[in-house]
């Protein structure tokens, strides 16, 4: 009796001994799988921290890029800038400017840049104030044309759309970007379109560009108003005249150099005569 009982206590002892053994190795794999889930837990926040960063650093690039807003304080300065109205445009060394306008009003509806073997087709529109206007425009455009493939670009989502021209099937390559209350909607064909160095010259001037909304109302896709090209020469003739006319307003007939005593200034007042009053003009 006394072998059995010994032989029983020593069983309990060694189950008791197994148990907690297999509590260790439990806790054990707990700590390990907390350790593995921790490093997870680490690796997706630090990728997390990456996308994030890459993001912000994307986002950054593209908000010091053009085409810029008249009254953005980083726009370029506009001085030799050849004004259109709606667009400053700058100056490009070998390029030609064509301008398209509305026969019978003579409304200009676009300008387009020719440089060596490319071209660069320019349209400004209005836009809601809160919302952009190309995620619209580009839809529409895909729906529209089954041959039309997006991608990404320079300027963010690109439209890559053959164009059919005397007989021949030619790649243009469309793009848009939002501004305040404005979409300015660019269309390059010939090398431009594919790439090489003429895409890089039309696609350097296109981010240099300045567009002048206006404050005049317009609804949604109509175009900002162009006008005739004005020279930065032009415009400094202008300013020149203006200043002079506002000088030449100012002076007063039959002033007397030097300052003013009573006697003169009742002489000057005695050469002027009364204008008809506002109740007087019919």
Not at 202 to 216: I, M, P, S, W
């Amino acid at each position: 009796m006394g072998l059995f009982g010994f032989g029983r206590k020593r069983a309990k002892r060694q189950a008791e001994e197994d148990i907690k053994d297999q509590e260790d190795k439990s806790k054990g794999l707990d700590k390990s799988k907390d350790a593995e889930e921790s490093t997870e837990q680490s690796d997706l926040t630090s990728e997390t921290d990456r996308d994030e960063t890459a993001a912000e650093q994307d986002e950054a690039e593209q908000s010091g890029q053009g085409p810029w807003d008249s009254m953005d304080p980083e726009a370029p300065d506009t001085d030799e800038y050849l004004d259109i109205g709606a667009l400053m445009l700058p100056f490009l060394q070998g390029s030609e400017l064509r301008l398209k306008a509305n026969s019978q009003t003579g409304d200009v509806l676009g300008a387009t840049i020719t440089y060596k073997s490319s071209s660069l087709e320019l349209e400004p529109f209005a836009a809601p104030k809160s919302l952009g206007l190309w995620d619209e425009v580009r839809a529409d455009l895909l729906k529209a044309n089954p041959s039309c493939k997006e991608v990404d670009g320079v300027f963010g989502k690109e439209l890559t759309l053959p164009v059919k021209v005397k007989g021949k099937n030619l790649l243009t390559r469309v793009v848009g970007i939002d501004g305040p209350r404005w979409m300015l909607r660019g269309i390059f064909s010939g090398p431009a379109a594919k790439g090489g160095k003429e895409k890089d010259v039309l696609d350097g001037y296109l981010a240099d560009l300045v567009v002048v909304r206006g404050d005049e109302p317009l609804a949604p896709r109509d175009l900002v108003p162009m006008h005739a090209p004005i020279t930065p020469n032009q415009r400094r003739g202008e300013a020149e005249d203006s200043e002079s006319k506002d000088d030449e307003s100012a002076q007063i007939p039959g002033k007397p150099e030097g300052p003013f005593d009573s006697d003169q200034q009742t002489e000057v007042k005695t050469t002027l005569s009364r204008g008809p009053m506002f109740s007087e003009v019919r």
